[in-house]
Antibody, heavy 116, light 106 residues
Framework: ELQLVESGGGLIQPGGSLRLSCKVSGFPLSGYWMHWVRRAPGKGLMWVARVNGDASSTNYVDSVKGRFTISRDNAKNTLYLQMNSLRVEDTAVYYC?????????WGQGTLVTVSS | SYELTQPLSVSVALGQTASLTCGGDLIENKNVHWYQQKPGQAPVLVISRDRNRPSGIPERFSGSNSGNTATLTIFRAQAGDEADYFCQVWDSGTGVFGGGTKLTVL
């Protein structure tokens, strides 16, 4: 069974750092583009970042460039999102998703709350 | 940057047809994907590349894309179709979502 399970969310103060993980099973992580997408309270979905199968290519939404880093460890079947210099507006449920063009499969999400 | 425009809300009577639109500049030149999200759940892909239904998605879900508007059509709407629906495209290597439409089934 294909599964994506996020972890690492929590309450963090503005300016702090957090690393999210997405452990996948049921398919080899190395064969797929992977993404992070978030949904802030009362808002819509926002695509955050993507990485290709061998991590040679990454893309980010402008609002997180220079602060967030997407990475992957294919041997551990795990995707990561390192989030630095967190802002209140980064508060959201963060989802990992698999796919090249459409995002075919999604995890259940992990909540990140940035607040003092 | 590329923008997608969706109506905030659409209502449909039970058993009737709902049309959810997604507007963007010459969106017909892009592949449009549609996602359904119910409260407390992960998004689910319901239409890919304008009109393709993934495995497990009912035939009642249909997509089209022409000119400046892509449309998700839900035939014979059911109570279980109540959800937020988001359109999505790729533009210069970045993902773009519409603001989402809340579908209410009356």
């Amino acid at each position: 069974e294909l599964q994506l399970v996020e972890s690492g969310g929590g309450l963090i103060q503005p300016g702090g750092s957090l690393r999210l993980s997405c452990k996948v099973s049921g398919f080899p992580l190395s064969g797929y583009w992977m993404h992070w997408v978030r949904r802030a309270p009362g808002k819509g979905l926002m695509w955050v970042a993507r990485v290709n199968g061998d991590a040679s290519s990454t893309n980010y939404v402008d609002s997180v460039k220079g602060r967030f880093t997407i990475s992957r460890d294919n041997a551990k079947n795990t995707l990561y999102l390192q989030m630095n210099s967190l802002r209140v507006e980064d508060t959201a449920v963060y989802y990992c998703a698999r796919g090249y063009e459409p995002l075919e499969y999604w995890g259940q999400g992990t909540l990140v709350t940035v607040s003092s | 940057s590329y923008e997608l425009t969706q109506p905030l809300s659409v209502s449909v009577a039970l058993g009737q047809t709902a049309s959810l639109t997604c507007g963007g500049d010459l969106i017909e030149n892009k592949n449009v994907h549609w996602y359904q999200q119910k409260p407390g759940q992960a998004p689910v892909l319901v239409i890919s590349r304008d009109r393709n239904r993934p495995s497990g998605i009912p035939e009642r879900f249909s997509g089209s894309n022409s000119g400046n508007t892509a449309t998700l059509t839900i035939f014979r709407a059911q109570a279980g179709d109540e959800a937020d629906y988001f359109c999505q495209v790729w533009d210069s290597g970045t993902g773009v979502f519409g603001g989402g439409t809340k579908l209410t089934v009356l």
